[in-house]
Protein backbone atom coordinates (compact mmCIF):
# COMPACT_ATOMS: atom_id res chain seq x y z
CA UNK A 1 0.00 0.00 0.00
CA UNK A 2 2.81 2.76 0.65
CA UNK A 3 4.86 1.82 -2.46
CA UNK A 4 1.92 3.35 -4.71
CA UNK A 5 2.12 6.62 -2.59
CA UNK A 6 5.92 6.69 -2.58
CA UNK A 7 5.93 6.16 -6.13
CA UNK A 8 3.68 9.29 -7.17
CA UNK A 9 5.62 11.17 -4.11
CA UNK A 10 8.23 12.71 -6.56
CA UNK A 11 5.81 13.82 -8.98
CA UNK A 12 4.18 15.52 -6.04
CA UNK A 13 7.35 17.46 -5.03
CA UNK A 14 7.77 18.97 -8.47
CA UNK A 15 4.75 19.66 -8.74
CA UNK A 16 4.56 21.78 -5.35
CA UNK A 17 8.26 23.17 -6.37
CA UNK A 18 6.56 24.40 -9.89
CA UNK A 19 3.50 26.03 -8.09
CA UNK A 20 5.23 27.86 -5.93
CA UNK A 21 8.08 29.09 -7.96
CA UNK A 22 5.83 30.65 -10.00
CA UNK A 23 3.63 32.12 -7.48
CA UNK A 24 7.27 33.48 -5.94
CA UNK A 25 7.66 34.58 -9.37
CA UNK A 26 4.03 36.50 -10.17
CA UNK A 27 4.08 38.11 -6.91
CA UNK A 28 5.32 42.12 -6.12
CA UNK A 29 8.95 43.44 -6.44
CA UNK A 30 10.49 44.46 -3.30
CA UNK A 31 11.65 47.16 -5.18
CA UNK A 32 10.05 50.36 -6.36
CA UNK A 33 11.94 51.20 -9.67
CA UNK A 34 11.57 54.14 -12.48
CA UNK A 35 14.20 55.16 -15.23
CA UNK A 36 14.23 58.09 -17.04
CA UNK A 37 15.99 59.48 -20.18
CA UNK A 38 17.53 62.42 -18.63
CA UNK A 39 20.87 62.57 -16.55
CA UNK A 40 21.25 62.55 -12.81
CA UNK A 41 22.17 66.31 -12.24
CA UNK A 42 19.19 67.03 -14.13
CA UNK A 43 16.56 63.95 -12.16
CA UNK A 44 17.93 64.38 -8.60
CA UNK A 45 16.67 67.81 -7.52
CA UNK A 46 13.49 66.89 -9.21
CA UNK A 47 13.21 63.90 -7.58
CA UNK A 48 14.65 65.87 -4.01
CA UNK A 49 12.19 68.73 -4.69
CA UNK A 50 8.83 66.77 -5.05
CA UNK A 51 9.83 64.32 -1.61
CA UNK A 52 10.12 67.96 0.49
CA UNK A 53 6.92 68.86 -1.17
CA UNK A 54 5.55 65.46 0.07
CA UNK A 55 6.90 66.47 3.76
CA UNK A 56 9.45 63.74 3.43
CA UNK A 57 13.02 66.16 4.54
CA UNK A 58 16.25 65.26 3.12
CA UNK A 59 18.68 64.95 5.88
CA UNK A 60 21.63 63.08 3.91
CA UNK A 61 23.08 62.89 0.72
CA UNK A 62 25.58 60.70 0.09
CA UNK A 63 27.54 60.74 -3.20
CA UNK A 64 28.62 57.10 -3.66
CA UNK A 65 29.97 56.66 -6.62
CA UNK A 66 32.46 59.39 -5.25
CA UNK A 67 33.15 57.57 -2.65
CA UNK A 68 33.89 54.34 -4.66
CA UNK A 69 36.03 56.23 -6.96
CA UNK A 70 38.51 56.12 -4.15
CA UNK A 71 38.98 52.39 -4.65
CA UNK A 72 39.23 52.49 -8.61
CA UNK A 73 42.59 51.68 -8.24
CA UNK A 74 42.83 49.65 -5.16
CA UNK A 75 39.59 46.92 -7.16
CA UNK A 76 41.16 47.21 -10.50
CA UNK A 77 39.01 44.92 -13.04
CA UNK A 78 36.45 44.39 -10.24
CA UNK A 79 35.56 48.39 -9.74
CA UNK A 80 32.26 49.69 -11.51
CA UNK A 81 31.49 46.49 -13.60
CA UNK A 82 28.38 47.94 -14.60
CA UNK A 83 29.71 51.37 -15.90
CA UNK A 84 27.65 53.51 -13.70
CA UNK A 85 28.33 57.23 -14.45
CA UNK A 86 26.62 58.09 -10.92
CA UNK A 87 25.43 56.51 -7.50
CA UNK A 88 23.58 58.85 -4.89
CA UNK A 89 21.36 58.12 -2.38
CA UNK A 90 18.98 60.58 -0.04
CA UNK A 91 17.79 59.75 3.01
CA UNK A 92 14.59 61.28 4.24
CA UNK A 93 12.26 61.81 6.96
CA UNK A 94 8.92 62.77 8.00
CA UNK A 95 8.52 62.89 11.81
CA UNK A 96 4.76 62.93 12.20
CA UNK A 97 4.83 59.55 10.28
CA UNK A 98 8.06 58.31 12.05
CA UNK A 99 5.71 59.00 15.52
CA UNK A 100 2.96 57.33 13.74
CA UNK A 101 5.03 53.88 13.09
CA UNK A 102 6.47 54.17 16.69
CA UNK A 103 3.11 54.17 17.93
CA UNK A 104 2.00 51.27 16.08
CA UNK A 105 5.10 49.06 15.85
CA UNK A 106 8.43 50.10 17.67
CA UNK A 107 10.26 48.14 15.96
CA UNK A 108 9.15 49.32 12.40
CA UNK A 109 11.30 52.38 13.39
CA UNK A 110 13.96 50.52 11.84
CA UNK A 111 12.87 51.74 8.31
CA UNK A 112 13.81 55.46 9.75
CA UNK A 113 14.90 56.92 7.83
CA UNK A 114 13.77 55.96 4.58
CA UNK A 115 16.03 56.03 1.87
CA UNK A 116 16.43 55.74 -2.38
CA UNK A 117 19.06 54.96 -4.51
CA UNK A 118 19.75 56.99 -7.69
CA UNK A 119 22.13 55.64 -10.31
CA UNK A 120 22.86 56.41 -14.07
CA UNK A 121 24.15 54.72 -16.82
CA UNK A 122 24.26 56.05 -20.73
CA UNK A 123 22.33 59.24 -19.75
CA UNK A 124 19.28 57.38 -18.07
CA UNK A 125 18.60 57.78 -14.50
CA UNK A 126 16.90 55.58 -12.24
CA UNK A 127 15.61 55.77 -8.96
CA UNK A 128 15.45 52.96 -6.51
CA UNK A 129 13.14 52.62 -3.13
CA UNK A 130 13.21 49.46 -0.61
CA UNK A 131 9.41 48.91 -0.29
CA UNK A 132 8.69 49.39 3.22
CA UNK A 133 5.34 46.98 3.20
CA UNK A 134 7.11 44.06 2.07
CA UNK A 135 9.34 44.18 5.29
CA UNK A 136 6.24 45.14 7.66
CA UNK A 137 3.71 42.51 5.77
CA UNK A 138 2.92 40.96 9.36
CA UNK A 139 3.78 44.81 11.59
CA UNK A 140 0.90 46.47 13.08
CA UNK A 141 2.35 49.56 11.18
CA UNK A 142 1.32 47.91 8.17
CA UNK A 143 -1.48 50.73 6.87
CA UNK A 144 0.83 53.40 7.72
CA UNK A 145 3.45 51.99 5.93
CA UNK A 146 1.70 51.44 3.19
CA UNK A 147 0.65 55.41 3.22
CA UNK A 148 3.95 56.16 3.54
CA UNK A 149 5.23 54.04 0.83
CA UNK A 150 2.56 55.69 -1.70
CA UNK A 151 3.52 58.80 -1.11
CA UNK A 152 7.11 58.25 -1.71
CA UNK A 153 6.18 56.49 -5.23
CA UNK A 154 4.12 59.18 -5.63
CA UNK A 155 6.40 61.82 -4.98
CA UNK A 156 9.37 59.85 -7.33
CA UNK A 157 7.11 59.84 -10.16
CA UNK A 158 6.46 63.90 -9.74
CA UNK A 159 10.08 64.48 -9.81
CA UNK A 160 11.22 62.42 -12.51
CA UNK A 161 8.19 63.54 -14.92
CA UNK A 162 9.76 66.84 -14.17
CA UNK A 163 13.22 65.79 -15.11
CA UNK A 164 12.10 63.88 -18.55
CA UNK A 165 13.09 65.39 -21.72
CA UNK A 166 10.44 67.42 -23.37
Known amino acids: ?12 FVVFFLLTGSYLQASESTIYKQTVNAPMKRVYPGVYNALEKAKFYVVFEPMISQNLKRFSEKWGEDYNKSKL ?32 GLYEKQGKTTV ?20 IETKVITAIKAGMKNSAPK
Open 1 to 12: MLKPILRFLPRI
Open 85 to 116: SGIRSMVFCNGWYANAVSNADPDMLALCPLRI
Open 128 to 147: VFAKPTVIAAESAAISVLKE
